[in-house]
């Protein structure tokens, strides 16, 4: 008697994220829901970009992983966003204008990001629109929050994803959007410098200035992510104005390495690159001298 093939046993779901047991309460709209979290291990790094961004190799029991999706906490019920440890004590503070532009925060995101879904398991999309959300949200909290440096980080992380959804989704206008999110990023780091500097709104005091979330580059890293940014997604229609920044930016950029050794708020990473940046800007201001 033949012996039956014995059943195989069904592979074990893979996980990348899991749900707190604990729920938690909407402060704006009193809905609650669980906050969702990724696994420890479930990433292995690969390049820094030019905009010290942190890429992730595919891994083959995962697949590709994207941790900046789990970044901000959002209500699935009204779409209130914010950086997890602001999600409590920003709605006590601004709670009411926060609930009177419920409406607007929905309209405002499927403008651009349709299908959203916070109930379950975050896709890039979500994790694109969280931090546009965030960003909506905001520009209703005063200075103790530090929310332009808060929204050029929201900005350029939007934009990253956007670039992902496009490697993904290469005939959805993806790359167009990512456009969109990186020049409000770089006005959004050249307002916080700015107010910095006056002492009209502090970031210097922030844990984490990113801009991505595998190390906090400082005060240095937000000089730096503006002078990229400006390089990359400045206005160029006025072209002596354009000129005046990027000369700006070569001068910031120099200091940033010109002080000499590694530090702890200056790592080797972003020293390279800023040697880099530097020779960018210098081809750049050369080449449009050569022009006239």
């Known amino acids: 008697m033949l012996r039956t093939q014995a059943a195989k046993k069904p592979e074990k779901e893979r996980k990348i994220s899991f749900y707190a047991k604990e729920a938690t309460r909407c402060p704006v709209c009193d809905a609650s829901f669980h906050r969702e979290e990724l696994f420890s291990g479930r990433v292995n790094a690969d390049e820094l970009t030019d905009e010290l961004h942190r890429t992730y190799k595919p891994l083959h029991a995962y697949g590709d992983v994207y941790p900046l999706c789990y970044e901000i906490e959002v209500c699935p019920a009204c779409f209130y966003a914010a950086f997890k440890a602001d999600f409590m004590p920003m709605a006590i503070k601004a709670g009411s204008v926060l609930q009177d532009r419920i409406e607007y925060r929905v309209?405002?995101?499927?403008?651009?990001?349709?299908?959203?879904?916070?109930?379950?398991?975050?896709?890039?999309?979500?994790?694109?629109?969280?931090?546009?959300?965030?960003?909506?949200?905001?520009?209703?909290?005063?200075?103790?929050?530090?929310?332009?440096?808060?929204?050029?980080?929201?900005?350029?992380r939007s934009a990253w994803l956007c670039n992902d959804l496009h490697r993904k989704s290469p005939n959805e206008n993806w790359d167009y959007v990512a456009g969109l999110f990186y020049r409000k990023a770089r006005y959004f780091y050249r307002l916080a410098i700015e107010l910095e500097a006056s002492g009209k709104e502090v970031y210097s005091a922030q844990r984490n200035l990113g801009p991505?979330?595998?190390?906090?580059?400082?005060?240095?890293?937000?000089?730096?992510?503006?002078?990229?940014?400006?390089?990359?997604?400045?206005?160029?229609?006025?072209?002596?104005?354009?000129?005046?920044?990027?000369?700006?930016?070569?001068?910031?950029?120099?200091?940033?390495?010109?002080?000499?050794?590694?530090?702890?708020?200056?790592?080797?990473?972003?020293?390279?690159?800023?040697?880099?940046?530097?020779?960018?800007?210098?081809?750049?201001?050369?080449?449009?001298?050569?022009?006239?």
């Open 107 to 156: 309209e405002e995101v499927q403008r651009i990001f349709s299908g959203l879904d916070y109930q379950g398991a975050r896709r890039l999309i979500e994790g694109a629109a969280s931090y546009y959300l965030a960003m909506l949200c905001y520009e209703h909290v005063g200075k103790d929050f530090s929310p332009t440096i808060k929204s050029a980080l929201c900005a350029v």
């Open 212 to 292: 991505d979330t595998d190390k906090n580059y400082g005060h240095e890293g937000v000089v730096y992510m503006f002078s990229i940014l400006e390089l990359k997604y400045g206005p160029k229609e006025d072209h002596a104005a354009r000129r005046d920044h990027l000369a700006s930016a070569k001068i910031a950029v120099a200091r940033m390495f010109g002080l000499g050794k590694k530090t702890k708020s200056k790592p080797g990473p972003l020293l390279d690159k800023a040697r880099e940046l530097y020779e960018r800007l210098k081809t750049e201001l050369q080449d449009d001298d050569d022009e006239e």
